[in-house]
């Protein structure tokens, strides 16, 4: 986390980084997860990134980026569900240009970042196999995104040997924009007990490795 880090503009203006997120949901030694939520005309300050991380939409708003190192501003407007990989890069701003708020999850894989020790974690990312009846809604060689939709009552199993992963609600039986780890190996009962239908985005980390 870079807050107070002080950094040098082109122009030579002295400028002090914020946070990359308001609020941190879930932190431990594979990934942190922040919460993102700006108002219409709000902007998250300059801030740097040292993870390669994961944005997932829960509220979607017109956006842009602006870059410290004078780029051109980025414009952006994600889709709710949606999932997007970035790279860390250069310091940058996010400032909501809509008339909605924006809110996301942003899911910073530390394995890959500030906890990486010589190559990235072996995952065989090749070898992991798909949740069988589960869309994938995102897929790299690092991670892999599933939709979930259950019903009141339904159940999914995820069988033992699966990879890590990040369970992240977007509405129904928890709290929308609720967030969970579940670490590698272990087997997997997710049940909806309300009696409205659970969303939700299960995001695996594939070079975890099946534990």
């Given at each position: 986390m870079t807050a107070g880090q002080m950094v040098t503009s082109p122009s030579g203006e002295e400028v002090v980084l914020g946070e990359i997120g308001q609020t941190v949901l879930l932190d431990n030694a594979r990934v942190r997860v922040w919460e993102v939520v700006l108002e219409p005309g709000?902007?998250?300050?300059?801030?740097?990134?040292?993870?390669?991380?994961?944005?997932?939409?829960?509220?979607?708003?017109?956006?842009?980026?602006?870059?410290?190192?004078?780029?051109?501003?980025?414009?952006?407007?994600?889709?709710?569900?949606g999932v997007i990989f970035r790279l860390p890069s250069p310091v940058?701003?996010?400032?909501?240009?809509?008339?909605?708020?924006?809110?996301?999850?942003?899911?910073?894989?530390?394995?890959?970042?500030?906890?990486?020790?010589?190559?990235?974690?072996?995952?065989?990312?090749?070898?992991?196999?798909?949740?069988?009846?589960?869309?994938?809604?995102?897929?790299?060689?690092?991670?892999?995104?599933?939709?979930?939709?259950?019903?009141?009552?339904e159940q999914l199993t995820l069988p033992a040997g699966r990879p890590a992963f990040v369970r992240i609600t977007m509405s129904g039986s928890l709290p929308d924009g609720d967030v969970a780890y579940h670490p590698a190996g272990q087997p997997q009962l997710l049940t909806n007990t309300s009696a409205a239908r659970y969303l939700g985005r299960l995001i695996e980390l594939k070079y975890v490795g099946k534990g």
């Open positions: 709000e902007f998250q300050p300059w801030h740097l990134h040292h993870n390669p991380y994961l944005v997932l939409n829960l509220e979607s708003s017109p956006c842009h980026m602006d870059w410290l190192n004078g780029d051109p501003p980025r414009h952006i407007e994600e889709t709710v569900g940058h701003m996010l400032t909501n240009d809509g008339d909605k708020p924006y809110r996301n999850r942003l899911i910073e894989l530390k394995d890959l970042g500030e906890e990486a020790v010589g190559d990235p974690p072996a995952g065989s990312p090749d070898s992991v196999a798909t949740v069988s009846g589960l869309p994938v809604v995102f897929d790299t060689d690092e991670v892999r995104a599933y939709g979930v939709d259950l019903g009141p009552g």
